[in-house]
């Protein structure tokens, strides 16, 4: 991702995703609907990655696995 990206729920502010990060991991990880929505902070271009990518990623990057439970863990971390 480039640029930046806000997180947001229910009218309130959950984070800022900068460039780099990642979002809209957990929809993935469990088949559930989206806990959050995203709105460009910046100009930003995004890489869609659908559920058979996702899961391509995983098996061939252990790195993109493990970067993806950090995000995660953090965000547990901070609710």
């Known amino acids: 991702m480039h640029g930046s ?3 947001h729920r229910d009218g ?3 984070e800022t995703v900068e460039e780099g990060g990642i979002f809209g991991q957990l929809a993935l990880v469990d088949g559930g609907a989206r806990s959050a929505s995203a709105t460009a902070a910046t100009d930003a ?3 869609p990655v659908d ?3 996702f899961h391509r990623l995983v098996q061939e ?3 993109f696995a ?3 439970m950090r995000v995660l863990a ?3 971390r901070r609710t």
């Open 74 to 76: 953090e965000r547990l």
């Open 12 to 14: 309130e502010e959950l």
């Open 61 to 63: 990057t252990p790195y």
């Open 51 to 53: 559920e058979a990518r």
């Open 66 to 68: 493990q970067a993806v």
């Open 45 to 47: 271009e995004i890489v």
């Open 5 to 7: 990206v806000t997180l």
